[in-house]
Nanobody, 128 residues
Framework: QVQLVESGGGLVQVGGSLRLSCAVSELPFSPYAMGWFRQAPEKERDFVAAITWNGGTTYYDESVKGRFAISRDIAGKTVYLQMNSLKLEDTAVYYC?????????????????????WGQGTQVTVSA
């Protein structure tokens, strides 16, 4: 069973920055991709960003493009989400997820139920 452990969430003011980390363990081979999703209260889990593990190709939701950056440390088996210029609407629980194999379409990297395993989530709260 793949284990994903997120860290780095917290309380930050509007315009501030946070960096989330997701450590991957119990995975004897490289995944195809890692993704970050977020879920605000009473809302669905939404795509934030994804990165292919070997090629490093990145994908972003329009709402975070230019403000967030996803990256990965292959040797450390960790994926990061650098979040800058945070807005009130970025408040949510952030989850990392692993996609073990290549999807038939890149679009599916933006779809939550196309991922194989999930972390427990880390709360990000942006205050005015």
């Amino acid at each position: 069973q793949v284990q994903l452990v997120e860290s780095g969430g917290g309380l930050v003011q509007v315009g501030g920055s946070l960096r989330l980390s997701c450590a991957v363990s119990e995975l004897p081979f490289s995944p195809y991709a890692m993704g970050w999703f977020r879920q605000a209260p009473e809302k669905e889990r939404d795509f934030v960003a994804a990165i292919t593990w070997n090629g490093g190709t990145t994908y972003y939701d329009e709402s975070v493009k230019g403000r967030f950056a996803i990256s990965r440390d292959i040797a450390g088996k960790t994926v990061y989400l650098q979040m800058n210029s945070l807005k009130l609407e970025d408040t949510a629980v952030y989850y990392c997820a692993v996609r073990l194999s290549a999807p038939s379409m890149d679009y599916f990297l933006r779809v939550a139920d196309r991922y194989n395993d999930w972390g427990q989530g880390t709360q990000v709260t942006v205050s005015a």
